[in-house]
C-alpha cells in the first residue's frame, strides 16, 4: 500500500510561486510513477504533471506547461511541484498520485491509470 500526503498548499497572490510537496510511503519511489492532478468542484480531475517510473521522463499538461515542474526526491521521500507566475486559474485542490504500472504518456494523463491518491492540498491565487 503507497500512501501519499500532500502540503504547501495556501494563498498566494496572481504572478507568484508556491511549492506543493508529497510524502511517499510504503514503497520506493523508483518503483512509482508518480504524477499530480488538481480539481476545482464541478470539474472533472484535471492532469498538471507526471514523472515515469525508473526514468526522469516528466510530461505536463498544457495549461501549466512552462510554468510547473515537477521533481522527486529520493532522499526525502516526496513528490515536489514547483508552480510559478501563477494565476487564478490555477486556484484548486491539488492531488498527488502514484502507481506501481507503467503506461503511455496519453494514459498517464488519465484518473484512471493512478491507484493511489493523497487527499489534496487547496491552492488560492488570488489578490
Known amino acids: 500500500q503507497v500512501h501519499l500526503v500532500e502540503s504547501g498548499g495556501g494563498l498566494v497572490q496572481p504572478g507568484g510561486s508556491l511549492r506543493l510537496s508529497c510524502a511517499v510511503s510504503g514503497r520506493a519511489l523508483s518503483d512509482l510513477a508518480l504524477g499530480w492532478f488538481r480539481q476545482v468542484p464541478g470539474k472533472e480531475r484535471e492532469f498538471i504533471a507526471a514523472i515515469r517510473r525508473s526514468v526522469n521522463m516528466k510530461y505536463y499538461g498544457d495549461a501549466v506547461k512552462g510554468r510547473f515542474a515537477i521533481s522527486r526526491d529520493s532522499a526525502r521521500k516526496t513528490l515536489d511541484l514547483q508552480m510559478n507566475n501563477l494565476k487564478s486559474d490555477d486556484t484548486a485542490v491539488y492531488f498527488c498520485?502514484?502507481?506501481?504500472?507503467?503506461?503511455?504518456?496519453?494514459?498517464?494523463?488519465?484518473?484512471?491509470?493512478?491507484?493511489?491518491w493523497g487527499q489534496g492540498t487547496q491552492v488560492t491565487v488570488s489578490g
Open positions: 498520485s502514484a502507481t506501481t504500472l507503467s503506461y503511455n504518456s496519453g494514459h498517464m494523463r488519465r484518473t484512471e491509470a493512478w491507484d493511489f
